[in-house]
């Protein structure tokens, strides 16, 4: 294993750390936790909101932590979802007295965590909701999920629930802004590699020279076919129909696209899949609105992308627009 670390087992607490050395001008470790927040959370007046999961996927989600954006996030280990203890320092460092949404994928471990957090929080006299995030057309019922996994299409979620918050909207109004971007994405990735998680010291899995697995999760879960490697516009037209195929697209709709990449995918190769993405989208009926390219949601080291695509109404495009300052998303 070739990594730039010390003691495999402190990543993640080295690397809180070092964000917050880097960025100390706009995020904050919350005492002895794991949880990264706003400097100046809670934010009078707004309703808090909160994500997280397991690290290795940075930017997610401590990277989304700012104006328009989360105002905490949790870190749990690498690959494995944060303690419930942990999760409620998260909420009460977001909590202002105006509610607090909890944006959570759709992992086994996510949803039980965040939602005992919630009930220890409420019982603090916090008022907690939440919504689960489950974009990912791939598979359904995969390793440690029931249902559809939540993946890229996430951070479409935190900017426009983040947007949503800090208009000033109630805590009701923010879930439904959150709840109809869910409604609205879907996504689909593909690897070339595994990944390495630095505890283990070698990857989890293999996948041979000339070979990529279509539909493989964020944590290398098992996708829905291993193949022979393709052709840039191959691999689009296979994400693509498959994200179309769900019917939540059609003709004469406004979307967004996120073509994001899995930690060791270059940029040159992700315009590439993003010229194909871009044309068949465009063959389909649709018109592109807005696209973002690059890093949004790792998995470590592994080589791979997804493609992510939101329907837009008026209210989704607006709150798109809205200013956001954190560290992986600006506009």
Do not use: W
């Amino acid at each position: 294993m070739k990594k730039i670390v010390n003691d495999p087992n402190e990543v993640v607490q080295e690397m809180i750390l070092g964000m917050v050395a880097a960025h100390g001008d706009r995020l904050k470790q919350v005492p002895d936790s794991t949880v990264l927040a706003r400097v100046q959370s809670p934010v009078k007046g707004k309703v808090g909101l909160v994500s997280g999961g397991g690290s290795g996927h940075e930017p997610s989600h401590a990277g989304y932590v700012g104006k328009g954006m989360l105002d905490a996030a949790v870190c749990g280990s690498v690959f494995t979802s944060p303690t419930p203890d942990q999760v409620l320092e998260g909420i009460k460092a977001a909590d202002s007295g105006s509610g607090v949404l909890l944006i959570i994928k759709n992992y086994t471990g996510d949803v039980m965590n965040f939602e005992m957090a919630a009930e220890l929080a409420e019982i603090e006299g916090v008022t907690v909701d939440k919504v689960v995030v489950n974009d990912d057309v791939a598979v359904e019922d995969s390793t440690f999920t029931t249902g559809r996994r939540g993946i890229a299409g996430t951070v479409f979620v935190h900017k426009i629930a983040g947007a949503k918050a800090e208009s000033g909207a109630s805590l009701s109004e923010v879930k439904a802004a959150a709840e109809k971007a869910i409604s609205n994405v879907r996504s689909m990735g593909m690897a070339l590699t595994s990944c390495t998680i630095p505890a283990a010291g070698k990857p989890g899995f293999e996948i041979g020279e000339n070979e990529m697995e279509v539909g493989m999760g964020i944590h290398g879960e098992p996708g829905i076919a291993r193949t022979e490697i393709q052709s840039a516009d191959e691999i689009a037209s296979v994400l693509v129909e498959k994200i179309l195929d769900d019917g939540v697209h059609t003709s004469g709709d406004e979307v967004a696209v996120m073509i994001n990449g899995l930690g060791s995918t270059p940029l040159m190769e992700l315009y590439i899949l993003n010229l194909k993405v871009n044309g068949l989208l465009k063959e389909k009926g649709l018109s592109i609105y807005k696209t973002f390219v690059g890093e949004y949601m790792t998995a470590i080291d592994m080589a791979g992308c997804s493609v992510s695509v939101l329907k837009l109404d008026e209210e989704l495009k607006e709150l798109l627009d809205s200013p956001s300052d954190t560290l992986g998303f600006r506009i």
